[in-house]
């Protein structure tokens, strides 16, 4: 069982189309109380709780429901970063499991921008930069999908983790234009940073559930 669920760590987010979309839609979960716009896979379980202005998304795993997956489609224009805030809580993540906030393209590319080592088990606002510059440069495909996945990483631990998403945001400001030697030195560590999870991607797609 665990050499089974270790092999399919990534198994369930690219499908055979990506919808077209502008930035983030029904960001604001805490207003809303609900996952419009939003697709999820895997075989835990993902659901909203709470009272408006106060709801929140939570994805759960167990031993037996080793995944849970929440993610939407995003178009980037060029010429632009954005920054993604994400407030979220990880206070109940078992810290042998495993919480990723990542981007996937149909070329099985694998930006993280959260991985599992950055995660402080606690309530926090988090606020990441995405450089369409190295995404355009690094990458041929451009339909991205942003995800948050959970997975529950040892068999038979009888833990069960939690991590609950308030608000995702995402927002276009004016790229700066690095110093060539800036751009170099960026780019090859955006690369070396994605190498190990390209795998991870691949097997996403290749084991998706319909």
Not at 13 to 32: E, M, P, Q, R, W
Not at 109 to 131: C, E, G, H, K, R
Not at 179 to 188: K, Q
Request: with cysteine; net charge negative; glycine share 4%.
């Amino acid at each position: 069982m665990k050499f089974i669920k270790s092999s399919i760590l990534a198994v369930f987010l690219l499908s055979n189309s990506v919808a077209t979309a502008g930035i983030i839609t029904n960001g604001d979960f805490s207003s809303s109380c609900t996952l419009d716009a939003w697709e999820q896979q895997g075989a835990g379980d993902i659901s909203v709780s709470g009272l408006p202005d106060d709801c929140t998304v939570n994805l759960s795993v167990n031993d037996l429901d080793f995944d849970a997956e929440l993610y939407q489609s995003v178009v980037f224009e060029s010429g632009f970063d954005y920054l993604l805030t994400v407030d979220f809580d990880t206070s109940q993540l078992n810290n042998n499991d495993s919480f990723f906030i990542s981007l996937l393209n149909e070329d099985f590319d694998l930006v993280d921008l959260l991985m599992p080592a950055d995660v402080s088990y606690a309530m926090q606002s988090n606020v990441f930069t995405i450089s369409t510059v190295s995404l355009l440069d690094n990458y041929s495909d451009q339909n991205w999908r942003l995800s948050f996945y959970l997975f529950d990483q040892i068999d038979d631990d009888d833990s069960t983790s939690l991590v609950s998403i308030s608000n995702v945001s995402l927002d276009r400001v004016t790229a700066e234009v690095p110093a060539p030697a800036s751009m170099a030195i960026f780019a090859l560590g955006f690369i070396g940073l994605l190498a190990s999870r390209r795998d991870c991607a691949q097997y996403r797609h290749a084991n998706q559930i319909s």
